[in-house]
Structure formats: structure tokens, C-alpha cells
């Protein structure tokens, strides 16, 4: 079975620029997560899909914002991109909505630099 | 609002040693935790989860942890340390079932010494 795929796996924009990241996840899973990893902020949750829906968002701009298809490809898209945007985003699926009850499985994830 | 703290961002064993990684969190719910386990340029992968069923939890690659409520931790421990073992490891905590994301620790770096 194959795991989850992000594409681009490594993507250069500049200042003020537009982004969009996709995410395939694991076949069957319908819930997809977004996180932002950078040295200085660590892992930070960004939002959850599940059936094309958004279910949470953590605590990010609304130049951050995302969507889900309905064969529960997700992908995420940045606006207005500045310096601090530069990261490495993970995606991560599971069958159903909540950590809890599902472990989530994560992509190699998308470094993005903004110059 | 939950939290979680790594204890020691850098930690170094020799092969063979006792592997500790120190994880406390803070929960206003019986929290449910997890240990990642990051590899260069990989994604994250689950070493263990506890979801009160049981305080000692066994995961993967020989790796536990034990939940303590009395002290707020889940102490990551492994008795021998194996050269496969240097990476990053991240603790993380979900306060309940629903799509509320997990947060976080910092994170710590593993050594392992030859």
C-alpha cells in the first residue's frame, strides 16, 4: 500500500508570492492534517480535513487556508508568502477525524523557502 | 490548553547505553500521548501511543514509554541504544477524541555515540 505523497517535495517563491502544496493520502484514509515545521516554532498544527470538510484550525493567518477533494486529496495553499513562511509542511492522513482513535501517518513533506 | 515540554533538545548515548528522552505535558483532560520518531528528510513516524488502556506502553524499534499522571510525563526509554536510533523525536499530546490536531514538543535530537 502506498504511503502519503506530497508534491512539490522542495519548492523556492519569493516574497508576496502564492503557494499551493498537495497531498495525497494512504488509499481509504478520508482525513487529512496539515502541519508547519520550522526550527524556532517546532511542529504546529495548521488544519484538518475529513470528508471535504474543514474540521479544526490551529492558530495560523487566513493567508493560510486549504481544501479537500472528494477523493480526499487535500491540498493547502499560502498567500502573500513571506520570509517566516519558509518551512517544511507535513501532511498526514488517517482513516477517520481525530488523533485519537487513528494514528496518522505522515509524508515526507514539502520544504518551501521563500527569498 | 494543552502543552508539551522536551527536556534537552540535544541528548547523546553511547551504543549499547540506556536510551532516556524525557517528555512532560500539560492537560486540563486525561490527555492521550504520543511519541514520532523523525528520520533526515522523512516524515514523522508513530513509535507508540497511550490511550489509557495501559501506563506502560511498548511500541516499535524496542522503544517504551510510561505514563505518569502523578508527574505529568511519558518518558521515552530504550535499554540499548543501537546506532539506527540517532534521529529526532517529537512528544506530542491530543486532549480528546474529535479533530483538534496534536501539539507538539520542540523536539529532541538523539546521538548515539560509536
Known amino acids: 500500500k502506498a504511503g502519503v505523497t506530497q508534491t512539490p517535495r522542495y519548492l523556492i517563491k519569493t516574497r508576496g508570492q502564492q503557494v499551493t502544496l498537495s497531498c495525497s493520502p494512504i488509499?481509504?484514509?478520508?482525513?487529512v492534517s496539515w502541519y508547519q515545521q520550522t526550527p524556532g516554532q517546532g511542529l504546529q498544527f495548521l488544519f484538518e480535513?475529513?470528508?471535504?470538510?474543514?474540521?479544526n484550525k490551529g492558530n495560523f493567518p487566513g493567508r493560510f487556508s486549504g481544501r479537500q477533494f472528494s477523493n480526499s486529496r487535500s491540498e493547502m495553499n499560502v498567500s502573500t508568502l513571506e520570509l517566516g513562511d519558509s518551512a517544511l509542511y507535513l501532511c498526514?492522513?488517517?482513516?477517520?477525524?481525530?488523533?485519537?482513535?487513528?494514528?496518522?501517518?505522515f509524508g515526507p513533506g514539502t520544504r518551501l523557502t521563500v527569498l | 490548553a494543552q502543552s508539551v515540554t522536551q527536556l534537552g533538545s540535544h541528548v547523546s548515548v553511547s551504543e549499547g547505553a540506556l536510551v532516556l528522552l524525557r517528555c512532560n505535558y500539560s492537560?486540563?483532560?486525561?490527555?492521550?500521548l504520543f511519541w514520532y520518531v523523525q528520520y533526515p528528510n522523512q516524515g514523522l513516524q508513530l513509535l507508540l501511543k497511550?490511550?489509557?488502556?495501559?501506563?506502560l506502553v511498548k511500541g516499535i524499534n524496542g522503544f517504551e514509554a510510561e505514563f505518569k499522571k502523578s508527574e505529568t510525563s511519558f518518558h521515552l526509554t530504550k535499554p540499548s541504544a543501537h546506532m539506527s536510533d540517532a534521529a529526532e523525536y517529537f512528544c506530542a499530546v491530543s486532549e480528546g477524541g474529535g479533530a483538534d490536531g496534536l501539539t507538539f514538543g520542540k523536539g529532541t535530537h538523539l546521538i548515539i555515540q560509536p
Open positions: 497511550y490511550t489509557s488502556a495501559a501506563t
Open positions: 498526514a492522513s488517517s482513516l477517520t477525524s481525530g488523533s485519537l482513535y487513528n494514528e496518522q501517518f
Open positions: 488509499s481509504g484514509h478520508r482525513s
Open positions: 492537560s486540563s483532560v486525561p490527555p492521550y
Open positions: 480535513y475529513f470528508s471535504e470538510t474543514q474540521r
